[in-house]
């Protein structure tokens, strides 16, 4: 797989991306702001990654259509009524405010999704890590040993499997519980008896004999910099646009909202699209080098 | 210059205050120089080797004296000791406190307080000078043993310590992966001078590199010379290490005077060496003994075991581990299944064993298919396997509760309420268990703790367990793994006691030497299928590489001998 560019920035660039992109999202109770937010995670979900992303349909459809045919059964306000449910009435624009709803809820999921795949652990430690070094240690522990536990798990079970002691499908509830208290206390003394084994490998190495020093891989240069000067441009300009009121709506009792001949809007649009589609734009910029570059030789 | 000197050093463990774990020791190790230390289990190897290190040092009752450079070892402080001096320990998981590789590299460092910019220099030359660089941002769990205990060698580099003490490094190791690790530590003995102390069961991979070996036993150094020399020490002693030897020292001092002759008193140590010297014993002479014919197997028995067509992937989208194995083990024997790392050797047990479902293909066990077993009818009387790692098999707090655990619910708790009110010695134990803990040499050991066991009495008291289901059919994947020459001996002993039982045994391994010298047969796989079959004689004579040492020393001129034993017989 090709690798991300904006997934090659210094984590704290990642970061302030996401965390501006998440929180203008849900605030944004705006229906062109909130498709506009979806479309562009879509785009960079799918960019990083591929084809393995359309799994996420299958779950992101029928929430999205849930969240919004759902809504004007709970709030029945609203002038146009379409029909009535169990003698209430259920509104167009409840309808709306359920579709908006919605599809923050989706472009969140999917930020946070796009979030997961560029803030690898290690990313995670060294943002988090920076309140304290042992934070970072610890943090960093803890990824080690989860992916051990699930492979010390299965192979326990399936020792206890190749001698029949794991029973199998027709064994009672009862039995079930005591091959799994079983497996839980092989589990716990392997455990306790690893973490001597890396305590004695943490002292060998000096921990404890002094202060830390945390190392970290990363870099923030000049292109950070940059970037990050250009996320508080764009955001900031859709702050202020939605504090000029550019992203107002109310939809309930009837409709009110900011639309395309207010100017705040259609700026705030704007500059919110080129926020959120800055990530992916590095990676077209990217791609278009590269060919330009290939097609010189 | 002494690079560290230990004088009249005495060692009781508490638990232990009248037998001491090191008995006046007396040694001096020179700076540069590549020291094996070898003994059996419990010779005080280990305990030694912590001693090394004022923070590994266990608690008990001590006397005399460890110089570092000429100054005490309690009083040099604790960050020179980290840097100064490196300790590699035997499991290669268990050493690994982060989670990303460069992390790993970078964690000594970030405890001495060293500064970002230097850090970031000495990881990168470690990674390169290790070969790294490829895997430098991977997670720790992708990596391979191997990968890893190269990991943990090269995170101790980065703090440019002057001495390695490595124990048991390769013990977890295959063969190509532990020659691998070894021979990079002997690169970084000979390149940058670094002392290395070392104890390992694989000698031969060693012994040739080591300028001293020091043989301990009972907490005492026997003998402290050279690798040359070290083999008539042992030889004369009869100490039960000589057995680790590797094959051609085994072969030299066995055979009779006439033949020793031709090497001028030096002892041949590697199979180069080997093959010189008996070429010039059989200069002038031709060869007047031939082995007696190998035991021939049974043709009319029954198969115990019958596997057709197998295959099995281990998802959709990767390609097939097992490509149409096929195999059939007659009853009563023991067959040895050898072959690379990753080939499959172990998914075809577990295949056997239904924890994995192949996709086509039948697997049957004694005539029945095992998908026609309900799993009560499997693995009561039939089919049990003793996995790789048999701590994974230990669940109570003493061998005798875990061996109990195997006879059902009323007697386990009977026999665990027992021990717990009437103490362990008042406990009555059921008849099976006594008799299997026998057969396995376990008897002393049935109220200890499975974690208080050394890796072999691990392995014995596994095997007692996965016995009590009364298996017919038996498999053990890497049954010899972490185990040294000594336990080895004892485990082939219980392999032979229960063929006598009529019990068949299918076995992988990495282990040549011992499929070699105790298979019925042996059978290589490679590619997902078994490809070639035979008797271990007929198997390890006909391969040139893939085969034992002592065949690889003699096959000039004895193409037909595969083991030591082989050999020494012939040259009677």
């Not at chain 1, 109310?250 to 259609?266: D, H, Q, V």
Request: with cysteine.
């Amino acid at each position: 797989m090709q690798e991300d560019v904006f997934s090659s920035y210094n984590p704290i660039t990642n970061f302030i991306f996401f965390m501006g992109a998440i929180v203008m999202t849900m605030f944004f109770m705006h229906p062109v702001f909130a498709l506009c937010s979806l479309v562009c995670a879509l785009v960079f979900y799918f960019t990083l990654k591929r084809t393995k992303g359309f799994k996420s349909l299958k779950f992101s459809i029928p929430l999205l259509v849930i969240l919004t045919v759902i809504n004007p059964l709970f709030n029945t306000q609203g002038k146009h009524i379409i029909f009535k449910i169990f003698g209430r009435p259920y509104t167009i624009e409840s309808l709306l405010y359920g579709l908006t709803l919605a599809l923050v809820v989706v472009a969140v999921f999917y930020w946070f999704g796009c979030f997961n795949v560029v803030l690898t652990s290690d990313k995670f430690i060294y943002l988090f890590g920076r309140i304290t070094p042992s934070i970072s240690l610890i943090l960093s522990m803890i990824f080690r040993l989860i992916p051990d536990f699930q492979r010390k798990t299965t192979q326990i079970y399936n020792a206890r499997a190749s001698i029949g002691m794991a029973g199998d499908s027709s064994s009672s509830k009862k039995e079930k519980i005591r091959n799994g208290a079983v497996i839980l206390g092989t589990l716990t003394s392997w455990a306790l008896e690893n973490g001597i084994m890396a305590a004695d490998s943490m002292r060998s190495r000096g921990y404890g004999s002094g202060r830390r020093t945390s190392f970290a891989i990363y870099k923030f240069d000049v292109r950070n910099i940059i970037l990050i000067l250009a996320f508080v441009f764009f955001g900031g300009l859709t702050v202020v646009c939605a504090a000029m009121g550019g992203t107002e709506a109310e939809f309930t009792p009837s409709l009110n909202m900011a639309w395309f001949g207010n100017i705040w809007t259609i700026t705030g649009i704007i500059v919110y699209a080129v926020y959120l589609i800055l990530p992916t734009l590095l990676n077209v910029k990217e791609a278009i080098t590269w060919h330009v570059l290939r097609s010189r030789i | 210059m002494a690079c560290f000197e230990i004088k009249d050093l005495t060692f009781h463990y508490p638990a232990a205050p009248g037998k001491a774990a090191l008995d006046n020791i007396n040694l001096t190790i020179n700076q540069g120089e590549y020291i094996t230390v070898c003994g059996k289990s419990g010779s005080g190897k280990t305990t030694l080797l912590k001693h090394f290190k004022t923070v590994l040092t266990p608690a008990g009752q001590r006397t005399g004296s460890i110089l570092l450079d000429g100054v005490p070892l309690e009083d040099v402080d604790l960050k020179t000791q980290s840097s100064q001096v490196g300790y590699v320990m035997q499991n290669p998981d268990s050493q690994i406190v982060t989670d990303k590789v460069w992390h790993e590299l970078a964690f000594g460092l970030e405890n001495l307080g060293v500064d970002q910019n230097i850090i970031r220099l000495r990881v990168a030359e470690m990674a390169s000078y290790f070969g790294i660089q490829n895997w430098f941002h991977r997670e720790v769990s992708e990596l391979s043993g191997g990968q890893k205990q190269l990991l943990n060698l090269a995170a101790i580099m980065a703090m440019h310590p002057s001495v390695i003490i490595l124990d048991e490094p390769t013990s977890q190791l295959d063969p190509i992966a532990a020659a691998d690790f070894l021979n990079t530590v002997r690169k970084i003995n000979l390149e940058l001078g670094t002392t290395i102390i070392i104890t390992e069961h694989r000698l031969e991979d060693i012994l040739h590199a080591s300028d001293r070996v020091i043989v301990m036993d009972k907490g005492r150094v026997l003998g402290v010379d050279t690798p040359l020399n070290i083999g008539k020490v042992l030889y004369e002693n009869e100490n039960p290490m000589f057995s680790a030897m590797p094959a051609p020292v085994q072969v030299y001092y066995n055979s009779p005077d006439a033949c020793r002759a031709a090497s001028e008193g030096k002892c041949p140590l590697t199979v180069r060496e080997g093959r010189t010297w008996l070429t010039k014993v059989f200069e002038d002479k031709e060869p007047q003994q031939t082995l007696p014919d190998e035991p021939s197997l049974d043709p009319s028995a029954e198969n115990a075991l019958e596997i057709k067509d197998l295959y099995f992937r281990y998802t959709r989208e990767t390609p097939d581990v097992l490509k149409g194995t096929t195999l059939a083990v007659p009853k009563g024997t023991v067959y040895a299944v050898v072959g690379g790392n990753g080939t499959g050797k172990s998914t075809m047990l577990r295949s056997i064993c239904r924890i994995l479902t192949p996709y086509r293909g039948s697997v049957k066990i004694f005539g029945k298919k095992t998908d026609k077993y309900t799993s009560a009818e499997l693995f009561k009387n039939n089919l049990a396997m003793l996995p790789q790692d048999p701590q994974s098999l230990f669940a109570k707090t003493t061998v005798a509760e875990d061996l109990a655990e195997m006879l059902g619910p009323e007697i386990s708790a009977r026999i665990e309420k027992d021990i717990e009110t009437k103490g362990f010695e008042n406990t009555e134990l059921d008849p099976e268990i006594l008799d299997v803990a026998a057969l396995c040499q376990i008897t002393d050991l049935l109220k200890s703790h499975p974690a208080d066991l050394s890796g072999g009495e691990q392995q014995r008291a596994a095997l007692a367990k996965v016995l009590l289901t009364n298996p017919r059919l038996l498999l053990l994947d890497e049954p010899t793994k972490g185990m040294d020459s000594i336990f080895k001996l004892s485990f082939a002993q219980i392999l032979s006691d229960l063929k006598a039982r009529g019990t068949t045994i299918v076995m992988v391994s990495h282990d040549v030497e011992f499929c070699a010298r105790y298979a019925d047969m042996v059978g290589m796989f490679f590619d997902g299928n078994i490809i070639a079959s035979d008797t271990p004689r007929r198997f390890f004579s006909r391969n040139s590489f893939y085969t034992t040492a002592a065949n690889r020393m003699g096959r000039h001129i004895f193409p037909d001998a595969v083991t030591a034993d082989d050999l020494i017989y012939l040259l009677k």
